[in-house]
């Protein structure tokens, strides 16, 4: 069971062929992504995937999004980002990103910047440790 003591949603995600991200769910109820690559197949099926999921959110939620094997962010990569955080259910969302390198580092920096206040609540880490650490902290946002 999640803090707010419901049981999490239903994952609803399918692995297809050629699709560069995995996800699970967290034991927290959030969801762990993990991208092995950002071409537009992968875009297209993530950006369902979460718009499906913002539309019946009803929670406050901490995903996880592990970044470390992209070397950089596509520019409609960094559209969907941009549309994913500022969508009104993604008040709903802490966000930790895990990254590796300078240029990944730049794109999410650049995502949070452009992301409006009362949107997603991210941060951008380089250690995993340190990530987990930020999303186990209380849930604080009043919905």
Do not use: C
Not at 49 to 57: I, N
């Amino acid at each position: 069971m999640s803090e707010t003591g419901l049981k999490p949603k239903p994952l609803q995600w399918k692995s297809e062929p050629g699709i560069g991200y995995t996800v699970v769910r967290r034991p927290d109820g959030g969801m762990h992504f993990t991208f092995e690559s950002l071409d537009r197949r992968t875009l297209e099926h993530w950006r369902n995937f979460a718009l499906a999921h913002l539309l019946d959110s009803d929670r406050l939620t901490r995903n996880l999004y592990d970044l470390r094997l992209l070397k950089d962010v596509p520019e409609g990569a960094l559209e969907y980002a941009l549309e994913l955080n500022t969508d009104p259910a993604a008040r709903n969302i802490r966000l930790a990103v895990v990254v590796s390198g300078e240029a990944v580092m730049e794109a999410m920096e650049r995502i949070a910047a452009l992301t409006p206040g009362g949107g997603v609540e991210m941060r951008i880490f380089l250690d995993m440790e340190k990530a987990e650490a930020w999303l186990s902290e209380p849930l604080t946002k009043i919905l």
